[in-house]
């Protein structure tokens, strides 16, 4: 699975959000380390505050399913910019992958950003502070 395809990906599971709200379609394709790709979409609500963004709709498929090790996460959404995740997701992010891992976020005009998990929240609120593990 290439970066090529993986966007594919993101963009199949855009087609899928559920945003009578926003009318702001996200996908995200979720490349774990088996090989399996996790689509996730947002996934809005009336009462607004419950909805899911697809960044975390994703994650919380693979790790439900069991599936920890991710490899990459594509983020694609109709934006003038490559699609910046909002804060909670970078949180989440941050605590379910690896801190070297690749996010890629995209748009529709095909421009495309690259960082790493670390880039994304740099000194993220951690297990570690907690004294957990
Ligand atoms: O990276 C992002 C940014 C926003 N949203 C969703 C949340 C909400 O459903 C809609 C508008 O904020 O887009 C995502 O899913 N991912
Ligand atoms: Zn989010």
Do not use: W
């Amino acid at each position: 699975m290439n970066l090529e395809q993986l966007i594919e990906e993101a963009k199949i599971a855009r087609d899928k959000a559920y945003v009578p709200y926003s009318k702001f379609p996200v996908g995200a394709a979720l490349l774990s380390e088996n090989g399996k790709v996790y689509h996730g979409c947002n996934i809005e609500n009336a009462a607004y505050t419950v909805g899911n963004c697809a960044e975390r709709t994703a994650l919380y498929k693979a790790y439900s399913d069991g599936d920890t090790k991710f490899n990459v996460l594509v983020v694609t959404a109709d934006t003038e910019r490559p699609v910046p995740p909002c804060g909670a997701c970078r949180q989440v992010i941050s605590e379910l992958c690896p801190k070297d891992m690749k996010v890629i976020l995209t748009n529709l005009k095909g421009d495309i950003q690259e960082l790493t998990v670390e880039q994304l929240l740099p000194g993220a609120f951690s297990p570690e502070d907690l004294h957990a593990k």
